[in-house]
């Protein structure tokens, strides 16, 4: 399946996904009259920008072992 597809998330998954999260204190539902939404808390938002932080770094200091693999 490539990756511009669209994919599946159940119901129930994404419920006890976010609820999870909401208990690790990542997220906080926010509900009114007639919509709901979740959104990041201080501690979420944070966390995003540390795996951010790790993904830049995991790019700077790759190494190119992987091409050599492919040939």
Known sequence: ????????V?????TR???????????????EADTADYRLTIAGTELVDL???LERWTREHRTDDRDEDDR
């Not at 399946?1 to 599946?8: A, H, P, R, Y």
């Not at 159940?10 to 994404?14: D, E, G, K």
């Open 1 to 8: 399946m490539s990756q511009t597809s669209l994919e599946v």
């Open 51 to 53: 795996l951010a932080e």
């Open 10 to 14: 159940h119901a129930r998954t994404l």
């Open 17 to 31: 996904t976010l609820t999870h999260l909401q208990e690790e204190g990542l997220v906080e539902h926010h509900q």
